[in-house]
Nanobody, 126 residues
Framework: VQLQASGGGLVQAGGSLRLACAAS????????MGWFRQAPGKEREFVAA????????HYADSVKGRFTISRDNAKNTVYLQMNSLKPEDTAVYYC????????????????????WGQGTQVTVSS
């Protein structure tokens, strides 16, 4: 599967952005999806994940209550709605996919994902 992330940009603290990750391939609906981010000089870190059905989600503590992950399997797209953005949310955001063979799992570590998108820059000004 190929992934294309979009929706990044420059926003003031307290603002909102919605990222999208469009996937190619007919089996998108069987993939668990995740969002990660990487700030300059830091490791890539987990942000949010969603199971193939959308029934299971998981968030990093740093974004819980502010970010929402969702998916539209008919459109082969996963979204990350980011509200109440903070300067520390500034990073390149990556989407990732993992096929669990229709098991309704989420994955929260980089090593669990097989496919990665190219990243989209999010910059939050103070």
């Amino acid at each position: 599967v190929q992934l294309q992330a979009s929706g990044g940009g420059l926003v003031q603290a307290g603002g909102s952005l919605r990222l999208a990750c469009a996937a190619s391939g007919r089996t998108f609906s069987s993939y668990a999806m995740g969002w990660f981010r990487q700030a300059p000089g830091k490791e890539r870190e987990f942000v949010a994940a969603i199971s193939w059905s959308g029934r299971r989600t998981h968030y990093a503590d740093s974004v819980k209550g502010r970010f929402t992950i969702s998916r539209d399997n008919a459109k082969n797209t996963v979204y990350l709605q980011m509200n109440s953005l903070k300067p520390e949310d500034t990073a390149v955001y990556y989407c990732a996919a993992r096929d669990f063979g229709r098991l309704d799992f989420v994955a929260a570590t980089k090593a669990e994902y097989n496919y990665w998108g190219q990243g989209t820059q999010v910059t939050v000004s103070s």
